[in-house]
């Protein structure tokens, strides 16, 4: 891309940069706001640090509740259909598929408890990490926003479901994987953190998630969660 001295012709991004560049690192402000939302999408799903801070801060995004009512139907769902088996039962038809509606309900239930415990998890650490002289408290309103977007990967449980072959037990570890690096991403973008901090975060989230899994397992509740075998089904 060519450069020139006059303002009308230069990037966005850089006539911005010359009147509101950051001082602290001297680089240019949010070059994305002359991106094409496809190619913003693309480097966010790459975990791009720079894409995460120009979604978070620069873009007025509030589908953070719809997000994760859809996130948790599609975790409840992959739970729900995995506690499906083919054997046949003498019950009547209809109090089959009402007993199957109820398991769907519990599975949602149990996936919000779970989700629950792992946001719980994270802001319980940052807490304690949190320095007691520390002037600017963090915004965890927006850390919990953060995190409800950075969850959108667990939208591809459903077509791992559907499209079922001989690696979709590899596939569902590589979403939970790709989904907890996206929060690691959003956590160290959002409170402009180490990326050990986050990391640790991430981790002591990930920690009382699994207590809450060992829990719900405990209550002989087969919850079909990430850390259950997954069962292929025959239909």
């Known amino acids: 891309m060519l450069l020139t001295t006059e303002p009308s012709l230069q990037p966005l991004w850089l006539i911005f ?95 919000s408890f779970e989700q629950a415990a792992f946001f719980a998890g994270i802001f319980a650490f940052l807490w304690v990490e949190q320095p007691t002289t520390a002037e600017k408290k963090p915004n965890l309103v927006l850390l919990l926003k953060a995190l409800l977007l950075s969850s959108y990967g667990k939208l591809l449980l459903i077509p791992a479901v559907i499209w079922e072959h001989d690696y979709t037990p590899l596939c569902l570890k590589l979403i939970k994987v790709f989904v907890l690096t996206s929060n690691f991403q959003a956590i160290r973008v959002t409170l402009n953190t180490s990326r050990r901090l986050s990391l640790l975060a991430v981790l002591s989230g990930l920690l009382l998630e699994s207590a809450m899994v060992c829990f719900f397992q405990r209550m002989e509740w087969d919850v079909g969660s990430d850390c259950a075998v997954y069962k292929p089904q025959d239909f």
């Open 17 to 111: 940069n010359s009147v509101f560049a950051q001082k602290s690192c001297q680089k240019p402000v949010d070059k994305y706001i002359e991106y094409d939302p496809v190619i913003i999408l693309i480097n966010a799903i790459l975990c791009k640090a720079q894409a995460y801070r120009h979604i978070l801060f620069n873009t007025k995004i509030n589908i953070h509740g719809k997000l994760c009512i859809f996130c948790l139907l599609c975790e409840a769902y992959l739970r729900w259909w995995q506690l499906q088996d083919s054997s046949q039962s003498t019950a009547p038809d209809d109090l089959i598929r009402y007993a199957k509606e109820w398991d769907f309900y519990r599975m949602f239930v149990i996936a």
